[in-house]
């Protein structure tokens, strides 16, 4: 490694913060990782049947302890393992202390269960533990669910993503693998109930103890024990662990054509940004979503800015525009409306939302008060003649899902989403590529008809529903709610970014737009308050760029899906063209792998670590296609696949 060549560390993540390899725990077929006193992955014959069981305790805000834990004993004979430990949630005068037992037995049998106390009165919103079944081959498929009063009934996880609670006053479910493995949780200590999480698109539903419709925050009193326990039950032959060939990828059926690729744009970012507008003008962005929010001082001269950048990088302005009355929006929108028209009406696309709605809104609450959103949608048409009208919200899809827009007044609905709304780490954050497929057929099905455009997205928060803000970040780590996350700048923030693209496209978004040419969410570098190492020294273009770039250049192609046997390994996408076609296809894993295609591939280019340096100095760097090697195609940890391909 030179001065000029990044650490593989900075390449991959943007970061040098280590991750320690998790801890493997095993009973003959059972296995499962141990992580901060919780359990992930929990596999039987390397099946998934369970994505994780948790015991969390959280703050009034919602806010999730990171326990200190002690007296850790692990054991292991082969056909047993056990852990004990203990815990202790605290923050300035309240802390609740617990100790756990987990024991996983060879014949499918784990048993999580935890005894613990408040210290001092402790108030929470959440004090127990926490189930996560995973969605491939579980959503829409049928379980058997025990209720507190004792009634067993068939049911079935959701398919299209439930706004609020699937399921409630739950005792036990039982559901089947896709492999055919009988799946038993019980669930003792509390009342649970079901939350449809692919709502912030993680690739799970959990079921949490103590139902929402009970008051919170509620207090737990030095004394009072809180005793609880959860119990999985395997059964069926364990399945014989997959080998270690290539990856066989394939190509699907035909899905529409590929969508235009946007960038988000806050006002103070436009002049770093102009200051980069050739490699801008390079990526070719169809649009650029400009924000602007009366609250945060936003104005005639911030808007004439804001449309001024989209000209010069040749991109569509479109207006997302935060409405702030409600007893007076009628005239708030009128008046926006002839601002614009002052500025000669240069946004093709005006998007309309209420401030109040930029928050969450938890089942149960009552609704803040907003505008009516049909008289929202008029009142926007009526200011903005000609121009086309969306809604929806600014915030996330849960907050669409949850507060249906006026379709019929509208010709567009927009949202945008985020990897970070409940976890940090690496693989929370790929994993939510397997809810995007299901983020993209409720909004379809919500929409009726009406096109549906998603973003600006992308790795970090740009705000935060469920608190005050997005974290900072200037320890330049992985953590929940990040505004600027470090991955942003690494390869894993372009495979990332490549997969969402795809199964939005695939799922019939008209338009998908992601982060912003600079800044916490951007796509090259500009100096920031917040550390960007190795590009702070050298600049450049992050490595999402180039993703970017080559989507855009497919605008309009026949889409058709990248077959991938394991998703959660490579995603992507194959644009037509005429008997040839090109693939762009990223490996979402840490570990280096090989593919295969059914297809010859006539040339390729690559985005991965060894040549991070030269593709920060190179707008065209996926331009430099080279010959295809002989069998099976190495792809490094998070690297970037462009293929040529000959379909007869």
């Not at 040098?16 to 901060?36: K, M, S, W, Y």
């Not at 693989?427 to 409720?442: D, G």
């Not at 593919?595 to 010859?600: A, D, G, I, N, R």
Request: glycine letters at 10%; charged letters at 20%.
């Amino acid at each position: 490694m030179t001065d000029h060549t990044p650490s593989r560390a900075l390449a991959l993540f943007g970061t040098e913060e280590e991750v320690p390899p998790p801890r493997i725990l095993a009973a003959g077929p059972l296995t499962a990782e141990f992580e901060a006193g919780n359990l992930r992955y929990i596999r039987f014959g390397g099946a998934e049947v369970l994505r994780a069981v948790s015991f969390i305790v959280r703050d009034r805000d919602w806010g999730t302890f990171a326990p200190a834990l002690s007296d850790i004993v692990v054991e292991e004979s082969g056909t047993l393992f056990t852990v004990t430990y203990a815990a202790r949630a605290a923050d300035g005068g309240l802390a609740f202390a617990w100790r756990a037992r987990i024991e996983g037995h060879a014949d499918g049998t784990l048993v999580f269960s935890s005894r613990g106390a408040a210290e001092a009165p402790f108030e929470t919103n959440r004090t127990g533990f926490v189930i996560l079944h995973p969605i491939d081959g579980v959503a829409g498929r049928p379980v058997e669910i025990l209720h507190t009063d004792g009634r067993r009934v068939s049911g079935s996880f959701p398919a299209l993503i439930d706004p609020v609670q699937p399921m409630m006053d739950l005792r036990e479910l039982v559901h089947t693998t896709p492999g055919g493995l009988r799946v038993s949780c019980l669930m003792e200590g509390d009342t649970f109930e079901m939350e449809d999480q692919r709502n912030w698109t993680d690739a799970s539903f959990k079921t949490y103890v103590r139902p929402l419709a009970l008051p919170w925050p509620y207090r737990l009193e030095p004394g009072e024990e809180l005793a609880q326990s959860v119990t999985v039950r395997v059964s069926g032959p364990a399945p014989r662990a997959a080998g270690a060939e290539a990856l066989a990828l394939g190509l699907g059926a035909p899905a529409g054509r590929v969508p235009p690729v946007g960038l988000g744009l806050q006002p103070e970012d436009v002049d770093p940004a102009r200051a980069a507008a050739e490699a801008l003008r390079a990526l070719a962005p169809a649009h650029l979503i400009c924000h602007h929010d009366p609250r945060r001082g936003h104005d005639r001269t911030s808007l004439a800015a804001q449309a001024d950048l989209a000209r010069a990088l040749g991109a569509e302005p479109w207006l997302e525009a935060v409405i702030v009355s409600v007893d007076g929006f009628e005239a708030e929108i009128a008046a926006l409306g002839a601002m614009v028209r002052g500025l000669g009406a240069p946004f093709a696309t005006v998007l309309t939302s209420p401030a109040a709605d930029l928050k969450c809104t938890l089942p149960g609450s009552p609704w803040p008060e907003t505008p009516p959103a049909e008289a929202l949608a008029q009142a926007t048409r009526a200011a903005f003649p000609g121009t086309r009208i969306g809604g929806g919200m600014f915030s996330y899809f849960t907050e669409l899902n949850r507060k249906r827009p006026p379709v019929r007044h509208l010709d567009l609905v927009s949202f945008t989403t985020t990897p970070l709304v409940h976890a940090g780490d690496d693989r929370s954050v790929t994993e939510t590529l397997q809810a995007l497929p299901a983020v993209a057929a409720s909004a379809a099905a919500l929409c009726a008809g009406v096109p549906f455009a998603v973003g600006p997205s992308a790795i970090g928060m740009r705000d935060n529903p469920y608190g005050a803000a997005p974290k900072p970040n200037p320890g330049n780590i992985r953590q929940a709610m990040n505004r600027n996350d470090p991955r942003q700048r690494g390869l894993l923030g372009a495979a990332w970014t490549l997969g969402c693209f795809a199964q939005l496209a695939l799922g019939g978004a008209s338009a998908v737009a992601f982060g912003a040419p600079v800044g916490p969410f951007g796509v090259l570098h500009a100096p920031a308050e917040f550390p960007q190492p190795w590009f702070d020294t050298h600049g450049g273009l992050f490595p999402v760029f180039h993703v970017l770039r080559g989507l855009s250049a497919l605008e309009g192609r026949p889409l058709r899906a990248l077959g991938s046997p394991r998703p959660e390994l490579v995603q992507g996408l194959v644009a037509d063209g005429g008997g040839a076609a090109e693939i762009w296809l990223a490996n979402l894993t840490a570990a280096p792998l090989t593919l295969t295609l059914p297809v010859p591939v006539t040339a390729m280019a690559v985005l991965d670590a060894a040549g991070f340096a030269a593709a920060a100095a190179d707008p065209a760097y996926m331009d430099a296609l080279r010959p295809a090697p002989e069998g099976p195609i190495p792809l490094d940890a998070h690297a970037v696949l462009r293929l040529h391909v000959t379909i007869s």
